[in-house]
C-alpha cells in the first residue's frame, strides 16, 4: 500500500458481495467465491485495505452459532489468502433487526469500528455491497462514494436496481475510483 492510499478503506458486503449469498452461511462448505471476486479484490488492495462488514443476523436468530460463524469467517478468508488477497479486517453485527444496535446496516456501526480499529479516513473511503443498506451504511460513516453491486446471476430486478453488475465491472469501476 502506498503512503497516498493509506488509511483508506474499500469497505466490502460479505454474502451477496464476496461469496454466493446462501442466507444465513453456517457451514464452510457453503461458501464460494463469486466469480471474479477474489481477482478484483487482489487488484484493488494495492489501493485501499480491504474490510469486510457483514450482517449476521442469524446469531442473533439462532440460527448460526458464534463458531459456526467464525468457521464461515475463516473459510472466506482462507479462500481469499489462497487467491492472493489480505483482507485488513472483518466485522460483523450478530444482532437483529429489532435489536437496535448501533452496528447492524444500515447503521454506520461496523464501519466506524473498523475506522477507529485500523486508522482508517472514511471520508476517502467507498463501499460495495448488494442491498441499498450497505450503501446507506456507507453514507451513515461519512464515506466517499457506495456502490451498489450485483452478481451476474443475480434476479433481472436486482442487476437492473445495481450501480455496477458482476465483478469485472465493480472492479473497474471502483479502481476508477480509487487510482
Ligand atoms: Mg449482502
Ligand atoms: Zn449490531
Known sequence: MSAESKGRALFLDRDGTIIVDVGYPRDPAQVALLPGAAEALAALAPHAALVIVSNQSGLARGLITPAEAAAVHARVALLLADAGVAVAG???????????????KPAAGLLLDAAAAHDLDLAASIVVGDKPSDVAAGAAAGCRAGLLFAA????????????????????????????
Do not use: I, K, M
Not at 472483518?90 to 447492524?104: I, S, T
Open 90 to 104: 472483518a466485522f460483523y453485527c450478530p444482532h437483529g433487526p429489532d435489536d437496535g444496535c448501533r452496528c447492524r
Open 152 to 179: 451476474a446471476d443475480a434476479p433481472p430486478e436486482a442487476r437492473a436496481a445495481a450501480d455496477v453488475v458482476g465483478w469485472p465491472a465493480a472492479a473497474a469501476r471502483l479502481l476508477a475510483l480509487l487510482a
